[in-house]
């Protein structure tokens, strides 16, 4: 498919185009939050459930009945997803990491989301996601893009305890809480977001805004220990967002490079929160924290993307590659790659299943077996 090479496309133009396509693109929108027939579940899996919040890289379509733009329950999104291609909410073209992990741990094939209107019993029981795509742990972050806080995703974990309690009892709360794996992953939508593209924060420099992540990140994890009552913990560190496509497109120059700023960020984020986590650790003994360093097994994959299987790394396969995300991604104005499977990423800021899956496997392989008993 034939590609500009340009990196003349400005912000401006995705703020154009998305006043211009979104009610059109909207209008299409199917809301398809159930997966493909039923959730398998294992009787007996490695974990009683799997808990997530965070952004859209673990979203699976809880920002599909709430009021915002960034959304993914629309055609292209879902190309590859199950037997039916539907779009379901997640922005990818089909499974995202959650989907993978909750599979390895023997939990189910994939992890719904909690606001899915197709949420059954078993499901509930067996663990759901909160995340809602944009959001981020500045608190500027959901505000500008109308998604749910990190804060109202721990006031929805409180509810979800309570209907897993009316329909398991107490002694099921109390095992998925000693022995669930609670997950967390945000903080790229700040950086790239909130930080840079809106430049929200002008009073802070690279180290400082950093630091203002760390402590809200930290902040989180603590909550959802002494509130939650959460007693395995893991946290996905940040990944080199400056060398994700839309970031190379807006902040690389006219090479599309890798944006220094945006990684000097994540990189100074990843040390402090690495360094917090280890200190909550010792602060609460009985619980099991581990914090998920992806920055340079994912740098690896985007400067070497041979060695893994894709062809392109640089560029998303759905239309130019360049900014498509979200609402900019759609069935009318974007053409998808072929094949799929060659492209690291899926849309300009979100990888193709194909690649989360690797991923997955790396994060479960390095990290999560130190949850498990």
């Not at 069935?331 to 499977?341: L, Q, R």
Request: net charge negative; with cysteine; aromatic share 10%.
């Amino acid at each position: 498919m034939q590609r500009p090479t340009s990196a003349s496309v400005a912000a401006v133009f995705v703020v154009v185009v998305v006043v211009a396509l979104s009610p059109a693109i909207m209008a299409r929108a199917r809301s398809t939050g159930a997966a493909d027939g039923k959730n398998a579940t294992t009787a007996r899996g490695k974990s009683p459930a799997l808990i997530m919040f965070g952004d859209s890289i673990v979203d699976p379509g809880n920002n599909n009945g709430i009021n915002t733009i960034i959304k993914a329950n629309f055609p292209p999104y879902g190309h590859d997803f199950g037997q039916s291609h539907r779009p379901t909410g997640r922005f990818c073209n089909g499974r995202i990491p959650t989907d993978f992990i909750a599979s390895r741990l023997g939990i189910k094939e994939l992890l719904p989301a909690y606001l899915s209107p197709d949420l059954e019993t078993q499901d509930l029981i067996t663990g759901v996601s909160f995340a809602s795509g944009g959001t981020g742990f500045d608190p500027l972050t959901p505000t500008l893009a109308s998604v749910i806080s990190m804060t109202d995703q721990l006031n929805m974990f409180e509810q979800y305890k309570e209907r897993v309690r009316a329909a398991a009892g107490d002694a099921r709360v109390a095992e998925m809480l000693n022995k669930g794996i609670f997950a967390i992953c945000a903080g790229s939508d700040d950086v790239a977001n909130t930080y840079f593209t809106m430049r929200a924060r002008p009073h802070y420099d690279h180290a400082s805004y950093a630091a203002l992540l760390v402590h809200h990140a930290a902040a989180f994890v603590e909550d959802l220990i002494q509130a939650g009552g959460a007693r395995r913990v893991a946290f996905i560190g940040m990944p080199p967002i400056g060398c994700v496509p839309s970031q190379r497109t807006m902040s690389g120059g006219s090479e599309r490079g890798c944006s220094a700023g945006h990684n000097e960020i994540a990189v100074a984020y990843n040390a402090g929160l690495s360094q917090r986590m280890e200190e909550l650790g010792r602060r609460y003994p009985g619980t099991r924290l581990v914090f998920m360093d992806i920055y340079g097994f994912l740098m690896d994959m985007m400067m070497r993307p041979h060695a893994y299987g894709f062809a392109e790394s640089t560029m998303g396969c759905c239309g130019t590659g360049l900014l498509e995300v979200s609402v900019l991604c759609n069935g009318v104005t974007s053409a998808v790659c072929d094949p799929v499977s060659d492209y690291l990423f899926w849309d300009s800021y979100h990888p193709t299943e194909k690649a989360y899956k690797i991923l997955a496997d790396f994060v479960y392989d390095t990290y999560i077996k130190e949850l498990l008993d």
